[in-house]
């Protein structure tokens, strides 16, 4: 067994940071220079999808189920059968789904807009109520739901997360005290940073509450519905069911897209949510486009078809994925296991792992591998404003670098994580 | 010579109705379901671009100029060569451009709701102003820009087309007396309706002004910058060049799109601008999205290639919609001529025909050729809040029809024209 760091004597701490700084030094000459910063595919996933690209060809009928042309102009909320397709994805009725662009933020940002400018039927616009409106953001999160809300002057409310989901106890006393609180970011399945998929009773809890805003909305980013890395995947409770439960279906507003199934740059986005919820974002869109790309929605249709085309296709992302996480797990628990200089959750699906290292060390860390040709994502990037309070969360992203590249990144990164906290330790 | 009706007696009137009357009733008898309503292109063009689905495969290089592979996130502001593309398309640098998804519509609106929200740099948001802002509407013109500036609340100050372009007498006295007047909407190249292209002294004229606000923007429409009809396409100065003669580089925002050139539902939207006009926007995009579909401007322009493709390609457009044109004008002039029942414009380019029929008739006639079977653009459309003030303006929308069905319909078309007007001149 490993002695902790902050069992140790100033001595012992001393020939444990020479001994780290040696290997430091050794990986400096290497002059590596890989990045593990963002929750990119990697090139071979891309490459699962190659075949759609011609799926659709000179020959092809290009007539969508009500019988539009998908190369012209209109079907503003998108083609009936990609309607289906993501109402099958979120667990809603194809009537409640808009099927959007390429982008799933986009989607989110429009909506953050309209519920700005337009409110919800029967309600004040949010961004001509008296008093500024305030969202709760559960911490560590997704850097870009924090600048969405930061563009639009809502103020963010941090929550701490906990392995089964946002602290529900702070959330449901938070947005039941005040009124200024209109909604809340949720990355519900394999979340951002870290992997937790909410538990029922966290699921249950924020579709059963009773906020003092009668307007309160669930930003429901389900980014990662279908992104598994093991045999057992996680289960999630149905939002939209149980919020409908107890009569508070207007409640939720769902978001997903095939950016991390297909193409990232090039997939198909889409929402979902109540009539009485989508009904002004509606009128709104009706201004704002005369339409999606249909085309990019009937080749994604022809290419996954169905579930059981996506599962089988999740499966290769899998068998490319799985490894690289293997990978940055099996070197936490062999380096750092013990030293008390990190603490981590091992995620069953997702694009992240989440790894809190010693408070007041994460921007060292990071800092670290930069120097060292290891360009982590930045300090602080998982909380609002880029402020992380305990400058102790990093996130990896394991996707995108081959696993030979990222055996090096993760064999720097425990050097560094115990090279911060060992000097850490003696700055005390 | 056909006489005019406001020359006949009212027994002359009283037998042409009659004879209106039967050849409308024969009409009805036919049952006719046409739709003459909408600037959407023909399956026959569509099919003009039918190469480009599969002209990426599965060996297709997917690396863009700046060595970013398409599929991926990012390039946030589109590829460098689909850049310089509309580029070209414009008449300014590729720096100056942001390549959007596929709707050049929803990039005004964004840009507007950039200009409500973020301003521009070293100015008040125009959505944070003591005064409501208002923005210069030529009319007839466009429905969708003006429920765009319905939807931000900005006033709309009309003003009228000249066969020049918008009466610029009018424009400068308003602009330089008002500073809450923010900016001006033109489609400067075959206007929708009326197939205008402004002048030389027009664009001058828009360059040279001197607004009250210093922020007034000229919002450029550019939407048929390519589409011509004739082998003696009307040129329009570039305004960016003009706005530089005169130190005002920062006051037009163009936009434009492949929507008519490609496919109208998967095209790609593009707009320029000087650097310091487009910072905000600039800023306000990395919030609201990770990037544009990179994969389809990289399909359009391995289809389209270079100007040169365009051109070569617009000319197959052409091949298909100068007939159906010249159906129209021939119907217009053939029947109409000489009655004082409507007068009109010969468009050299664009997408539409613009009638003035007798004042306080565009909504009968549109009754009337509704309820004999045929759709027209609803009367008023081309006015700000859907009001033509003097019920007169009907746009005519010849591109989705086949020429047999052209040729019905303008027939009805002519026919209704004539007996609302001998209708409204004997109710006098």
């Not at 009904?279 to 078809?305: A, W």
């Amino acid at each position: 067994m490993t002695k902790p760091y902050t069992s140790m004597t100033m001595a012992e701490l001393a020939v444990i940071r020479n001994e780290l700084n040696k290997q430091y030094e050794e990986f400096q000459e290497l002059e590596l220079s890989l990045n593990m910063s963002r929750g990119k595919p990697s090139p071979e996933q891309l490459d699962l999808s190659r075949g759609m690209l011609d799926i659709l060809g000179a020959e092809s009928d290009l007539i969508c189920a009500d019988g539009e042309d998908c190369r012209n102009y209109g079907v503003l909320e998108g083609i009936p059968e990609m309607r289906q397709f993501f109402a099958d994805l979120l667990g809603v009725e194809a009537g409640q789904v808009i099927v959007g662009g390429n982008s799933s933020l986009n989607m989110m940002f429009d909506m953050m807009a309209s519920a700005m400018h337009d409110g919800f039927p029967g309600y004040t616009p949010w961004g001509k109520e008296e008093e500024k409106p305030q969202f709760l953001c559960p911490v560590p999160g997704y850097d870009r739901h924090f600048s969405v809300t930061e563009y639009f002057g809502i103020e963010m409310v941090l929550v701490p997360m906990t392995p089964e989901g946002p602290h529900m106890d702070i959330v449901e006393s938070m947005a039941t005290l005040h009124r200024r609180i209109k909604g809340i970011w949720c990355i519900p399945k394999y979340c951002n940073p870290q992997g937790i998929t909410y538990s029922d009773a966290v699921v249950q809890r924020l579709a059963s509450m009773k906020p003092a805003a009668p307007d309160f909305k669930i930003f429901w980013d389900n980014a990662y519905c279908v992104h598994e890395l093991t045999d057992t995947p996680d289960t999630l409770l149905n939002i939209m069911e149980e919020c409908r439960k107890y009569g508070h279906e207007d409640r939720p507003v769902q978001f997903c897209s095939t950016s991390k199934i297909t193409f990232a740059g090039s997939g198909v986005a889409a929402m979902a949510g109540s009539e009485n919820t989508l009904k002004n974002f509606r009128r709104r869109l009706s201004f704002q486009t005369i339409g999606p790309d249909k085309v990019n929605q009937l080749r994604h249709l022809r290419f996954l078809k169905d579930m059981d085309g996506v599962k089988a296709h999740m499966e290769k992302h899998r068998q490319i994925l799985a490894p690289k996480f293997a990978v940055v797990m099996r070197f936490l628990e062999e380096e750092l296991t013990g030293t008390g200089a990190a603490s981590w959750i091992t995620p069953k699906g997702g694009y992240f792992v989440s790894v809190d290292v010693m408070e007041g060390c994460a921007k060292r860390v990071v800092e670290l591998c930069e120097q060292a040709g290891v360009t982590l994502t930045h300090a602080g990037a998982t909380y609002p404003y880029g402020q992380d309070p305990k400058d102790s969360n990093i996130r990896l992203a394991p996707s995108f670098p081959p696993v030979e590249e990222l055996e090096q990144a993760m064999q720097l990164f425990c050097i560094c994580v115990k090279l911060a906290a060992v000097e850490r330790m003696m700055d005390y």
